[in-house]
């Protein structure tokens, strides 16, 4: 209660906790309010009555201008905040919340094993985790039917998946690469607190590994989960982002024509990392800016994360230079807990 009190105190903390929960609540609202209808704008023309090309510039359409479907970029924007942000936390949910019991359960049941297995979750971090989920993904997700000639005969490829198996397989792949990782991680914290004084006087005196998990294990542990939720939460932002530059988006994409009659591709979700990839073509033609909107607000999201993960550090060192005192009542509380004459002698 101490250490939650203290964080809103922090500026840092409060700052990022502030953006984020803003730009989250208000895409909520936005859906509410408007059902995510997001105004198009029609082909404009000049005043010779020549039509002027999509995209618009912010000073035609402000604040952001449009895309070349007509669409107003800020709508856009804010349509794609509570899906970029609700996958982020799902990823790193299912990252880090099972990580949690595979890391105790290699602890206390696994001990022998232990340097193997945390040589092969090693081992991981040397491969690009960018190219090995494209890998995965560009194998699994399917956007498009194809077809090719076996022995003279036209054959189809695999059809696509529904959106919403798109976006299960998706988030799954996603988290399922960095749980070994942050397994061992995990365990090794666990191992850091298990050496301490009163942890060690409470085994001595009996207590089930249950009871020294949920009482004594996890008031030092989760404070740590909190940095690697948030250290998380921003690999998996960065994560997406790369993919999408790569040409896989959350839910994937539908082929439509824009104003002009070309093809191109519309993300189905319009979060953010999937705008990047859908408007990094932009980048080198005369509309630039497009191309920087999602970099801008990816840059925000991810800064107001790390933020919120300074903060929390800085907190949590405060909170330390006062624990020694008190690990010291922990101690005795553990030996009082767990003495048979002292609960004799409560009782009597």
Known sequence: MYILKQ????????TGFIIISGLFLSSILYFLLFNDRIPTSPLLYDSGGKPLPAPY???TVPPFGTDNFGRDLSIVMLVGT????????IVTFLRVFPSIWI?????FFLQKFERPIKSIADALNYFPMTLFAFLLLNVVLVQE?????????????PEPLSYWNR??????????????????????????????EFIEISR???????????KHIKPFLVPQLAIIFLRDFIQTLLLMSHLAVLGLFLGGYTRRDDLF???????????WAGLLGMWWKFLWTSYPWISFIPIIFLSILILSAKGMMEGLNSVLMAADNMREPAEKRKVNEVIKSNNPFQRVKQIT
Not at 7 to 14: M, V
Not at 145 to 150: E, G, N, P, Q
């Open 145 to 157: 039917v194809t077809s090719f000639v076996v022995d003279g005969v036209q054959v189809k490829g």
């Open 103 to 107: 890391g105790l359960f290699i602890h």
């Open 57 to 59: 510039s912010f000073e």
């Open 204 to 214: 001595t005196l009996g207590a089930s590994n249950w009871r020294i998990v949920t």
């Open 7 to 14: 964080l809103f105190l922090n500026k840092l903390f409060l």
């Open 167 to 196: 976006i299960l397989i998706y988030l799954m792949l996603l988290a399922s690469l960095f749980i070994p990782t942050n397994s061992i991680l995990i365990g090794n914290e666990v191992k850091a607190i298990y050496k301490k």
């Open 82 to 89: 509570k899906y970029t942000i609700a996958a982020a936390l």
């Open 261 to 271: 009659g070309q093809t191109n591709m519309l993300s189905n979700s319009n979060e």
